[in-house]
């Protein structure tokens, strides 16, 4: 089951559970769109792997299932981001 975290882990935006603004990659990295899209270029900084919108969490199964409150705030060296990002950026994410 999705943590559903609560923040982006590099610029520490707030994504609560029914934020249209958050991205996760296979490993559950959470990052705001801006992050995620325009400064990782589609490039989880962490794993090299594509991210995709995360899902948001239904009303009904939020008091059995609640999102995570653990905040994960580690914002990632820029050139080194870049580097992995201008690796990865042209290749399918299914082929990297």
């Not at 769109?33 to 009303?59: H, M, W």
Request: net charge positive; proline share 9%.
């Amino acid at each position: 089951m999705l943590d559903i975290r609560p923040n982006c882990e590099h610029c520490n935006k707030d994504l609560p559970n029914t934020s249209t603004e958050a991205m996760i990659c296979s490993f559950e990295c959470t990052y705001c769109k801006t992050c995620a899209l325009d400064i990782f270029e589609n490039v989880c900084p962490s794993c090299s792997g594509n991210f995709v919108p995360r899902p948001i969490r239904p009303q009904k199964e939020f008091e059995k299932f609640p999102a995570s409150t653990k905040q994960i705030f580690k914002p990632k060296d820029l050139e080194k981001a870049k580097l992995n990002s201008d690796r990865f950026k042209n290749i399918q994410p299914q082929k990297r």
